[in-house]
């Protein structure tokens, strides 16, 4: 009986190829555009996720600005500079040594100032636009930095203020596209000298924008030639901080010591709002990680319009071949076909529609996920999930059947008489 159904289905809906692949198109485009978004959110997602393991575990941030959740603007609190009101200057070197002390902030293990700015880089003729992160030797304790060649700068450098930079892997590539061992080599970042020292392997996704693409070099040089700020006060500026806890377990500790430390040296009253903002790589990454989830949420959604759209012409359709088959379901019915049998047949044709849309969509959303992909030079990785597939063709195959009801009822219902005398 079932393999009889699918034979009279497949044979109504070949009867007219053409009207049958345009019906199942709104089907096809609402599936194909749920399965590539989808993809590609999960693609996102893993690639956040990817960033902020290779970043470490135990990495407490604290950011030099406070966002205002009441006009969603940012603000830099007690140190702004006249004029330049959205400018990071609420971290000062001051409050870095207070990090550091041990009596204050006994759960940390590492404090670590960062300075990071856009600069133009040049190699001999070759120029490039990469990141420049000034920080201190001791940053390497963050997180495994695992040279190719050469080391990372001894203390005394940092100390010195020593021109001398340790390339990331995607701005070694870009810096010296031949290869070969850089150590000794002279790079210009904008208009300061430089040496290079050493040379990071691929840490994260190994693209531009990633972590690779950073080039390093001591915070007193960062400082000092390449942001030589201060704040309204006339202290040097520390831009972000990096802490790392002694145990992932003490993550908490560390925030809430830290807190204390900077709101007592920024006089802020009891009641008062933090012109900084502290958080653990752990919320930064659910944070961006629930963003990023329901804009791919939102997105699917409105991809689904198309699904609606989709069910209307099955409906459509549907009425159509109710209309141009009556005679057929006259006799059927006059041979002794049941109601059921009739409302059965037309709404396994509607789910049949339904289905081979859905399977087509799916191989279109792959295909153009994975596309999207390969654009992006390995930035990040499409996942089609098998449950993001089996739930798109399942829903495709019930559009199928509820727009395919009123078309199946009303076949059922045709009196046999009336039906063999249409003409």
Do not use: C
Not at 266 to 288: C, V
Not at 294 to 314: C, D, E, H, N, P
């Amino acid at each position: 009986m079932l393999f009889e159904t699918l034979r009279v289905a497949l044979r109504a809906i070949t009867a007219n190829k053409l009207r049958s692949a345009l019906t199942t198109l709104g089907i096809v485009i609402g599936v194909m555009s749920v399965i590539s978004l989808v993809a590609m959110g999960s693609g996102v997602q893993q690639l956040i996720t990817r960033q902020f393991e290779a970043q470490g575990t135990n990495l407490v941030f604290v950011i030099p600005m406070a966002i205002n959740t009441k006009g969603g603007e940012a603000r830099s609190g007690a140190f702004n500079t006249p004029g330049n009101r959205n400018f990071m200057t609420s971290i000062t070197e001051n409050d870095v040594i207070a990090l550091r002390d041990r009596n204050k902030v006994p759960d940390a293990r590492l404090v670590v100032p960062t300075i990071r700015v856009n600069s133009k880089v040049y190699a001999g003729l070759i120029k490039t636009q990469t990141s420049v992160r000034g920080t201190t030797y001791d940053f390497p304790g963050l997180q495994e930095q695992k040279l190719v060649y050469g080391a990372w700068w001894e203390p005394t450098s940092d100390e010195a203020g020593a021109r001398v930079a340790v390339l990331g892997n995607v701005a070694y590539r870009k810096l010296f596209p031949g290869g070969g061992d850089p150590t000794g080599a002279d790079i210009r970042i904008d208009s300061t000298q430089f040496k290079v020292v050493g040379v990071v392997a691929q840490r994260s996704s190994g693209t531009e924008g990633s972590d690779d693409d950073v080039i390093s070099v001591p915070f007193a040089t960062a400082r000092d030639r390449l942001q030589p700020l201060r704040n309204a006060r006339g202290e040097r500026l520390a831009g972000f901080v990096l802490i790392e806890a002694e145990t992932p377990e003490r993550i908490p500790a560390v925030i809430a010591q830290a807190t204390e430390v900077l709101r007592q040296r920024h006089n802020i009253e009891f009641n008062g709002e933090d012109d900084f903002s502290i958080a653990s790589s752990q919320d930064i990454q659910g944070t961006f990680s629930s963003v990023t989830g329901i804009v791919t949420i939102f997105l699917a959604v409105v991809a689904g319009i198309s699904l609606f759209v989709g069910g209307i012409g099955i409906m459509n359709i549907m009425l159509v071949s109710v209309t141009e088959r009556t005679r057929e379901i006259g006799l059927r019915k006059a041979i002794g076909a049941k109601r059921g049998v009739i409302l059965v047949q037309f709404l396994f044709e509607a789910a049949l529609i339904g289905l081979l849309g859905g399977l087509t969509g799916v191989a279109l959303g792959w295909a153009v996920a994975t596309l999207v992909a390969v654009a992006s030079n390995g930035l990040f990785q499409s996942i089609v999930s098998i449950d993001s597939v089996l739930i798109a063709v399942g829903f495709s195959a019930l559009v199928g059947v509820v727009f395919g009801v009123y078309p199946a009822w009303r076949a059922a219902g045709l009196n046999p008489i009336d039906a063999l005398r249409y003409e």
